[in-house]
């Protein structure tokens, strides 16, 4: 079945601090392919995806390319801020018919200091 | 646009007694998910509705959950009789395509 490997936490950095989270995955097909973050007492909110072999996504500093060869997607970030703490989900998306199936990654916790 | 919502926001009770969360998805939306979050871990899959037809309920432990989305809109979880292990967050997600799902805030249940 799909599964969802990523790096333990917690990632603890200064400010400013690059930020790689390992994601790696397994799956049958062409999956999509997703990071998620969870701030303290919310719900997940999508922080970027990309959609097939080679594709990068970005979004507020973060990027991730989708690399089919070593079926990973890590997250990365050039400098990081007290304000990006927070956990961290990757997931993969299976098309089911009608609609995508998420399978998760059990999460990343970030946290920045100052 | 208004993003999904979800009610109540937190819930304590005891053991064996029932317990309902409300979802309302992101207008038009046609899909709807309920997710179980446990501490320390990713959401899974409980249930996937397609309008008002339930097309995955095979993650939904039947014999003490249930799930309607009379309408095709909004939705409600139920827990009947509620377990210690029931504690966890209960997230609804939306999508209006194959694709991306939008989450909302989630309940986080507690039962003692």
């Known amino acids: 079945g799909n599964s969802v490997t990523q790096m333990e936490g917690p990632v603890t950095l200064s400010e400013e601090a690059f930020l790689t989270i390992n994601c790696t995955y397994t799956?049958?097909?062409?999956?999509?392919l997703f990071w998620y973050v969870q701030y303290p007492g919310e719900g997940l909110q999508l922080l970027l995806k990309a959609t097939k072999a080679d594709d990068k996504g970005s979004n507020k500093g973060f990027e991730a390319t989708y690399r089919k060869e070593t079926t990973s997607f890590h997250l990365e970030k050039g400098s990081v801020q007290v304000s990006d703490s927070a956990v961290y989900f990757c997931a993969l998306s299976a098309y089911t018919g009608t609609a995508s199936k998420l399978t998760f990654g059990t999460g990343t916790r970030l946290q920045v200091t100052l | 646009e208004a993003g999904v919502v979800q009610s109540p926001r937190y819930k304590i009770i005891e053991k064996k007694q029932p317990v309902a969360f409300w979802c309302n998805p992101i207008?038009?939306?046609?899909?709807l998910y309920w997710y179980r979050q446990n501490l320390g871990q990713g959401p899974e899959l409980l249930i996937r509705y397609e309008n008002e037809e339930a097309v995955d309920d095979s993650q939904l432990p039947k014999d003490r959950f249930s799930a309607e989305r009379l309408k095709g809109v909004d939705s409600t979880l139920k827990i009947q009789p509620a377990e210690l292990g029931d504690s966890a967050v209960y997230l609804c997600?939306?999508?209006?395509?194959?694709?991306?799902?939008?989450f909302g805030p989630g309940t986080r249940l507690t039962v003692l």
């Open positions: 799956a049958t097909g062409y999956p999509s």
């Open positions: 997600a939306s999508s209006p395509t194959a694709d991306t799902q939008y």
């Open positions: 207008s038009g939306h046609n899909t």
